[in-house]
Structure formats: C-alpha cells, structure tokens
C-alpha cells in the first residue's frame, strides 16, 4: 500500500481478534487503507463487518492484535494519549448526561477536555450557532428530539477542535431533515476548519457525499476508491422495470427470484434492477421490452453487487402460513385522535383508516408524534381524546381484546439480552398464551424457516444488528397477528438485511397481514401502500407515494422523490 503524505489515518495490516463464548472471533483481517487530510473518508459495510471495532483502533481505545494503526502521524497504540488529545471521537451512542441542560452538558465535556474557561464562551457560540441549539441552552437534554441530541453530541465532540473527527454512524434513527442538518455541519467543519473527518455510514445515499470510501465486509477491505470508482464499472447493470398490470410489490418479489439478478428494489413507480452481467438480454415474464429503460448507476449498486459476490444469495422468504387475503375490510379506524402530556398535545386530531393486507407508513421528524401514535395503537398508552378502533375493536373500552391480534416491534428490539435465542421465543411464545403443539410448532418456524436455528444457543445481546431484528420479527409474530406494528424496525440494519426484512414484510402483506410501519429510510416507504407524512403532532400529507409526491411539488411538479417530499412538507410547516 502506498502512503500518501496528506494521510491523518494510515492502517497497515491491521487485525484484530476477540474471545466469544469460548472461541475467537475475527473483528478485523489484515485491513489496509488511508484517510486523505482535508476531507471526509466515509466507512461502509454491513453489520458486523468491523467499522465499530476500527474506529475504537484508532481512537487509541482498543490495541490491534496485529499490524499497526497510526493517527496524525501517532501510533495509536503505543501513543494513545497523544492521539486522544488530537482526535475527537463520537461513538453510536453519544454520552449525554440527560439530566443535564445543553449548557451544562457543554461545560461538563470542557472540563472533561480541558478548554481553559476563557477560550470557552466564543467556542460555544460557535458550535451552537452551528448546530441551530442557540435557542434550547437551557432545556434539559432528556427533552430533545433524536436529532438534536446527535448535534449536542457533535458540539460536546467539537468543544476542544480536534484535527481528525471520527463519526461512528452519526445519523443513525434521525429524520432526514436532521439527517442534511449533521451533514451540513460536517462539510462545514471540513471547509471552514480544515477538519479531517472519517464517518461510517449506514445510509448508502450518504456515502456518495464522501470524498473517499473504504467498504468493509467481514472484517476485510472489500474495496476502496470515489463514490465515482464505484458506480462507474456497473453502467449498463442498471434498470428500470415498470408492469402495470402487476402490483410493484409482487413485481418486485417476483424480478428479485430471477436468475442475472443482484438486486431489485422499489424506485418510485418503478422496481430498480442490478444485473450480474453489462447488457445482459433481459427476457422478464409478463414485461414488455419497452417497459424496460436503462438507468444511471450509483454507488448503492455496486455495494450490494459487491456485498452478493461475497456471500450466498438471500434465502426467500418462507412460504406464505395463510392463503393469500382478497378480503378489503378496514381494520384500522382512527378519528380525531389525540394525545396530551400535561400541557403538550402530541397528537393533534389524527384521522385515517387502514385495510387488510395494507402496508401503511407512519413517517415524520423526530418528535414528530409517530410513536407517541404507534403505542395508542397498540394499546400501550391511553389516547386523550377521539376515536380509534383497532380489529373491530375499540382500544379506549377493550385493549386487551386488541392486543391479542398485534404484534409490535418496538425500535430498541424489546428482548431480554441475557437469554438465547430460543430462550426469547419461549419466553414470547408463552407470554402469547402459547403451549402444547401449537407452542413447538411456532418455535420451529422461527429457528428453521426464519433462519434462527444456528444461532439458537446464542445470547441475543450478543447477536448482530441484523439478527437481533429477525429475531425480534419473530417475537412479534409467534402468535400470528393480524396486525403488525414496525417502529423503526431497520434503523442502523445494513441493507443486505434491510432487503431480506422487506422480503418477509411484502409476504405477510400479501396474506392478508396488516402492517404499519415509522422509518427514516424514505427509500423504504415506497414500498407503503399509503403513508401519512407527520410533524408536531399533526398529519401533514397522506395517501399514496404518488401522491404525497404530487402534493408536496405543488405547482412546481411532483417531487422528484419521497425524500425530497419529507423534505418539502416538513420544511415547508417549520416556515409557516
């Protein structure tokens, strides 16, 4: 590997191992690569493929088993200190003290960095300024929405400027307008500050905003280069498919089987398809050639074809438990709904119905009031006022009728980390009111059909990120609800898992299995039959993609994406 002297971060066959349960696991293989000076070198790579495990490296906080890793010219082993004292460093979970205000919180990191009092007053006008906090110094960070908790964190980072920032997937769970704001700031650090700035990532749109990419899988350096590098060998890989007589979804499920096939995905009105081979004859049952249109690559295309070359094709979903449902009852009524805290009304007169076997997708800001909704919904918190009616049901007289047709899969994967995961299943097999045949039977079908079997032994808080979420999928459908509630089921999942959950999700849809489901991936709420777009409480848009699209666009057009949609609307009521 040559050196670049611009280089802030050098790795040099670095290989780090862990003792787990007995045996010893390779985080990191014989990684090598350099973070150029001066710009952003973005991270990539599924769960568990060592992004966490490097960044702790060269923070100085773990030692390389072997090989060597140097920050700013530091040996990060050897020299730790030193490193520490140059770098800054913000991990997934961020300590904020919650009790604590966005000033006190502030202080507490100078002290903790060392800034001398007096360098302190233009610096926090600085970082606050920056982040858009100027206003909530005084509010405790407990009463943040995600998204500003993740610039509080950045401004703690940042209190002392560091020549290096390494970003541990700092926008993982936050909405897309916060998600623009991060970023913002980070190019800025970069411009005005001649920051260097390493980021992982698991949003592939935002890995094209690096200047330089590094893409880890299992422990090893799978590619390295621009975005440019990347999505350049995959033109003539790439289409759009469109069949009007099929419903997306099914077209979808349907191209994603076919052999030459890498990935399928949904893509507006269209289903987006990466072939193994350039200008490949595509032959597609049902769909006319003309239906078929050449696109441009992007860096997501060649990650997954990279991702597939490197391990064996997803296992289909398992076959459907129910014949498919053509039955197109509403299950889900929900008038002037609302909800009150003490002087704050959360939700604010929400009004919408659902059907059987619809996929209906709650999305908004952080704060926005979604899963204040979700668990009134569920049955888990008392609504204040309205209507609301669940599987013939009505929640504020009968919840407990209600929650016996629900599952719900809460965003923090709600299972017990000291058990296995068959321990899990049991336990929510019986909480279910489970036993006997039915009991062993639906344990069966979570291990074998759902792919859990070879790590039923192990502890679930042991698990990867990926595995943790089937596992929690599974304890949400052990009783064979009617109704499915996903609150952010994919936040921080790599995509290779996020396509294998959609997988599962188009299929109970197509039972007959109701499902409604928050993201901040907006990618994924296309595949929403409809969706309601949210902010401080109150419904902003609602029907279909197509819709909100054309809604949001107003005069202008559609919006181009539901991204920009999101965007448009939630931008558009914060000016009102």
Same mark, same amino acid.
């Given at each position: 590997m040559s050196t670049n002297g611009n280089a802030v971060l050098t790795a040099h066959s670095l290989t780090k191992t862990f003792r787990v349960g007995g045996r010893?696991?390779?985080a990191l293989d014989d990684? @090598? &690569? *350099?973070?150029?000076?001066g710009v952003v070198t973005g991270l990539v790579g599924p769960d568990g493929a060592g992004k966490t495990t490097l960044m702790r490296l060269a923070a100085g906080l773990l030692e390389p088993s072997s090989g060597q890793i140097r920050v700013l010219g530091y040996d990060a082993t050897r020299e730790s200190a030193k490193v520490q004292l140059a770098i800054g460093y913000m991990p997934q979970r961020f300590g904020l003290y919650e009790d604590l205000s966005? +000033? !006190? @919180?502030?202080?507490l990191y100078a002290d903790l960095q060392g800034v001398a009092p007096a360098d302190r007053a233009e610096r926090y006008q600085e970082l606050l300024d920056m982040t858009g906090l100027a206003p909530f110094t005084h509010r405790?960070?407990?009463?943040?929405s995600g998204g500003m908790k993740q610039k509080l964190g950045l401004a703690c980072t940042l209190v002392r400027a560091p020549r290096l920032l390494l970003l541990d997937e700092p926008t993982v769970g936050v909405d897309p307008v916060s998600r623009r704001e991060l970023w913002a700031i980070v190019y800025r650090?970069?411009?005005?500050e001649t920051m260097s700035v390493l980021l992982s990532t698991a949003y592939l749109d935002e890995a094209e905003r690096c200047a330089h990419l590094v893409l880890l899988h299992e422990g090893r350096v799978i590619g390295q280069g621009s975005p440019a590098d990347f999505s350049q060998p995959m033109r003539g890989r790439t289409f759009h498919v469109r069949a009007p007589q099929t419903g997306r979804r099914r077209l979808q499920a349907r191209l994603a089987l076919l052999p030459g096939v890498l990935d399928a995905t949904l893509e507006g009105e269209a289903v987006r398809l990466v072939t193994e081979e350039a200008d490949m004859s595509l032959s597609l049952p049902g769909v006319a050639p003309e239906e078929i249109t050449a696109v441009a690559p992007k860096f997501e295309d060649s990650f997954i074809a990279r991702l597939r070359r490197e391990q064996p094709a997803p296992v289909p979903p398992p076959q459907a438990e129910r014949p498919p449902s053509t039955s197109d009852e509403t299950v889900i009524v929900v008038n002037n709904l609302s909800r009150r805290f003490g002087d704050f009304l959360a939700v604010k007169n929400l009004s919408f119905s659902v059907g059987t076997g619809e996929i209906f997708g709650l999305l908004g800001a952080n704060g926005a009031g979604k899963t204040t909704t979700f668990r009134m919904l569920c049955g888990l918190l008392p609504a204040s006022g309205g209507q609301l009616q669940v599987a013939g049901v009505d929640l504020r007289t009968a919840p407990a009728a209600a929650r016996a047709r629900i599952g719900y899969m809460s965003q923090k994967f709600s299972q017990y980390g000291n058990l296995t995961v068959r321990q899990n299943l049991e336990f929510f097999a019986r909480a279910y009111g489970l036993s006997g045949n039915k009991r062993r039977l639906r344990l069966s079908w979570a291990l074998q059909e759902m792919g859990l079997a070879e790590i039923a032994?192990? *502890?679930?808080? !042991?698990?990867?990120?990926? &595995?943790?979420?089937?596992l929690a999928l599974c304890c949400a459908l052990m009783h064979e609800p009617d109704i499915l509630f996903l609150d952010e089921p994919t936040s921080g999942v790599d995509p290779l898992a996020r396509r294998q959950f959609w997988s599962r999700i188009n299929a109970l849809a197509e039972t007959g299995v109701t499902v409604l489901i928050t993201t901040h991936f907006m990618e994924e709420a296309e595949y929403c039959d409809r969706l309601a777009i949210m902010a401080s409480g109150e419904i902003l848009a609602l029907g279909t993609p197509r819709e909100v699209k054309a809604r949001a666009g107003g005069a +202008?057009?559609?919006?181009?994406?539901? *991204?920009?949609? &999101?965007?448009?609307?939630? +931008?558009?009521? !914060?000016?009102a």
């Open positions: 010893d696991a390779t990684v @090598n &690569f *350099e973070a150029r000076g966005v +000033q !006190e @919180n502030l202080d405790l960070a407990g009463r943040l650090l970069v411009a005005k032994t192990a *502890e679930s808080a !042991e698990l990867p990120l990926g &595995f943790k979420q089937r +202008q057009g559609p919006a181009a994406s539901l *991204e920009e949609a &999101f965007l448009l609307l939630v +931008q558009g009521k !914060e000016a």
